[in-house]
């Protein structure tokens, strides 16, 4: 029964089943682990239990595992599967920045470089979105993947039967946004001075549309500051409008570094997404439709299109 529970909680991620263990568990690559969360309590009744995945990575891998934890809202004694535990904590369903990208590729590279025999163990809860981002990371900083597209394939394969692995289309941006760091370096710090937002979508004629705009401020935590709500005073925002569309203007309103957008309504949140201002190309970040959109709530069509343009960009730190 506990065995069918946890196979429906794993969804088509693919599982572990040998020698006795059976754990939501993949090998990426020989060295490079992704599973679910070793889970304690009554979590452990339909996730990995703790208890078993230190058997099995002290069965396969004894003094050769590292595990990163990537999540932000679960945490456990490092002693109870081994010791060897690092957090860089994520928070569900969003993105890492590039620095934290970074610093997971140098802790796996560091690692794997000290001992052929070592493995990386990488979870998050489930194991797939976040830890898909960074693993992917890590399969182009290796160059065991050439792009994005490579490493993502590949890496949903190898995790999910459905070939499934990353999702999150903001997750994939960054992937996306990785590759072009480790091929051309870091990019010029900018801030955007954001002029208005367009938002089409059968969910405009039908209810009242709010936009909650944040952005990381400190990396490290991926702590978030709230900058406006469209619905706040406090900064001259303007709203129109007209059949499925609805326009939102801004007035001196600049964002920085990684911000997200959050469209609501009074009563549940419809989408999301995320973007770093230095890759913004030209004026305008469009997303065409629904599947563009992290998280999209089901009543949402998929000819959803949000605009964002922006009027004027400066290096950071610039005089206003
Ligand atoms: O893709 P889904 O819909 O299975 O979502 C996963 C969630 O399943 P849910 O829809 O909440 O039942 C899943 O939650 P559960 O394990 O189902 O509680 C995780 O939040 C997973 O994110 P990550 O791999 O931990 O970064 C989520 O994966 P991402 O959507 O973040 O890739």
């Not at 099995?56 to 490092?78: A, Q, T």
């Not at 367009?198 to 405009?204: E, Y």
């Not at 009563?267 to 973007?275: G, S």
């Not at 089901?298 to 960009?313: A, M, W, Y």
């Amino acid at each position: 029964m506990t065995s069918f529970v946890r196979q429906f909680v794993s969804k088509k991620k693919r599982r572990i089943r040998e020698n006795g263990f059976d754990l939501d568990l993949s090998y990426i690559t020989d060295r490079i682990i992704a599973m679910g969360i070793p889970a304690e309590g009554r979590e452990g009744l339909f996730r990995n239990p703790i208890a078993e995945v230190a058997r099995f990575l002290k069965h396969y891998h004894e003094n050769h595992f590292k595990v990163i934890n990537l999540c932000s809202e679960r945490d456990y004694d490092p002693a109870k599967v081994g010791g060897n535990v690092e957090r860089i904590p994520l928070e569900d369903h969003q993105i890492a920045p590039l620095s934290l990208m970074l610093k997971f590729c140098q802790i796996a590279d560091e690692w794997l470089s000290q001992n052929e025999n070592n493995v990386l163990v990488t979870h998050c809860k489930a194991g797939k979105g976040r830890s898909g981002q960074m693993i992917c990371a890590y399969l182009m900083y290796t160059s065991y993947c050439p792009c994005p597209q490579t490493a993502l394939q590949f890496y949903g394969e190898k995790r999910t039967k459905n070939g499934k692995g990353v999702t999150i289309p903001s997750q994939r941006r960054y992937v996306g946004y990785f590759h072009d760091f480790l091929e051309k370096g870091p990019r010029e710090e900018v801030e955007l001075q954001l002029a208005q937002i367009s938002f089409t979508s059968n969910i405009v004629s039908a209810k009242d549309v709010n936009v909650v705009i944040s952005s990381i401020i400190d990396t490290d935590s991926c702590k978030r500051t709230r900058v406006i709500s469209a619905d706040e005073s406090g900064m001259k925002v303007t709203r129109s409008k007209s059949g499925r569309t609805m326009v939102l203007g801004f007035s001196h309103l600049w964002i920085f570094g990684d911000v997200k957008f959050e469209f609501h309504t009074p009563k549940a949140r419809l989408f999301f997404f995320w973007f770093n201002t230095s890759y913004i190309q030209g004026t305008e970040f469009s997303l065409w439709n629904k599947r563009e959109l992290d998280k999209p709530s089901k009543g949402i069509e998929l000819d959803t299109q949000v605009s964002l343009f922006f009027v004027e960009r400066r290096p950071r730190g610039a005089k206003q």
